[in-house]
Nanobody, 120 residues
Framework: QVQLVESGGGLVQAGGSLKLSCAAS????????MGWFRQAPGKEREFVSS????????NYANSAKGRFTISRDNAKNTVSLQMDSLKPEDTAVYYC?????????????WGKGTLVTVSS
């Protein structure tokens, strides 16, 4: 059974930082690209960032470029999202996902999400 478990969400003031982590089990982690998506209240889920299987290539939404950094540790089956200079509009539930490719929108597995709230 595949499990993706996010952690690290919480309440932070605008301009602050948070690091999200996702622990994966039940899949051959090193063969999957991994990604982060988010869904704000009343909005559709959107792509945030992705990383290829080896960590050599990354992709970011325009809203995340220059502020967020994705990384992975294949030895620990984890993927992380360092979020800096947070803005109130970053408030959302953040989901970890296992992808077919780091440039692919096809998600094979989803986590249950972790809530990030950025106060102004």
């Amino acid at each position: 059974q595949v499990q993706l478990v996010e952690s690290g969400g919480g309440l932070v003031q605008a301009g602050g930082s948070l690091k999200l982590s996702c622990a994966a089990s039940g899949l051959t982690f090193s063969t999957y690209a991994m990604g982060w998506f988010r869904q704000a209240p009343g909005k559709e889920r959107e792509f945030v960032s992705s990383i290829n299987w080896s960590g050599s290539y990354t992709n970011y939404a325009n809203s995340a470029k220059g502020r967020f950094t994705i990384s992975r540790d294949n030895a620990k089956n984890t993927v992380s999202l360092q979020m800096d200079s947070l803005k109130p509009e970053d408030t959302a539930v953040y989901y970890c996902a296992a992808l077919r490719g780091y440039l692919s929108s096809r998600v094979d597995y989803w986590g249950k999400g972790t809530l990030v709230t950025v106060s102004s």
